[in-house]
């Protein structure tokens, strides 16, 4: 076997390893670069969405608050419409118990749906679910969809530190490669376009705001995020 050949397939194996089901597809196979090495970023993310099941993999997890469930599966469904993969778990359905979080594979992207930090249990407490619960030691992006969930001094619980920069510190310990997204002001999984909204202000209703609004204002979810660690934020 020539040595090109022998090295593509030794890194092939090795992704193969990771727990980023289902198989890989052709297009981040293709991602290998000639001597060998392992794909970029956006191979891996390209081919995550190349074909049918290979599509990248989203999850909400609903930790607490059955109300929010319906939010949940309506959320789910937009998106397939979409052509997108969202999965809803239901952290007290006796039916998932078994799969919790183990299902969640480590490229995945998992979203933690709330209604707000002054709601959730502490990040220090999410942490220590999220494991208790199976989320693999080699998970790699965590997204918390609650309101004021990234902005610091919204009370005296988060004076100097976001919510999500909490539960990044008391993750990377055991999550070596998590990055954990929040998200600022009031958030809702409803937009226009199909997209969810943030940076809403206490009483904005999307009810009461035009699309062009919406877009004047940048409501759109993606454009008010933060993560932790600091650097490039993911499409």
Do not use: C
């Amino acid at each position: 076997m020539a040595p090109h050949a022998i090295r593509v397939q030794r890194h092939v194996g090795l992704l193969r390893t990771l727990r980023s089901t289902p198989p890989l597809p052709p297009l981040l196979l293709a991602g290998i670069n000639a001597e060998g090495g392992w794909p970029a970023p956006e191979w891996y993310a390209a081919g995550m969405r190349a074909a049918g099941e290979g599509l990248l993999r989203h999850w909400t997890y609903v930790p607490e608050g059955e109300d929010l469930l319906p939010t949940a599966y309506a959320w789910q469904k937009r998106k397939t419409a979409q052509g997108k993969w969202y999965r809803v778990i239901e952290a007290g359905s006796a039916a998932q118990q078994e799969a919790g979080l183990r299902q969640v594979g480590n490229h995945d992207v998992l979203y933690i749906l709330a209604r707000s930090v002054h709601t959730m249990q502490k990040p220090e407490e999410l942490a220590a679910h999220l494991e208790r619960h199976g989320l693999d030691a080699g998970h790699r992006v965590v997204k918390v969809f609650a309101s004021y969930s990234g902005d610091p001094g919204v009370s005296a619980e988060f004076a100097r530190t976001s919510y999500a920069e909490r539960l990044y510190n008391s993750m990377r310990v055991k999550y070596p490669e998590v990055v954990v997204y929040g998200y600022h002001g009031e958030v809702t999984a409803n937009g226009f376009s199909g997209h969810k909204s943030a940076g809403l202000m206490p009483g904005d209703t999307l009810e009461g705001i035009s699309e062009s609004e919406w877009n004047r204002r940048g409501l759109r979810a993606k454009a008010n995020r933060v993560r932790f660690p600091p650097g490039p934020l993911d499409d």
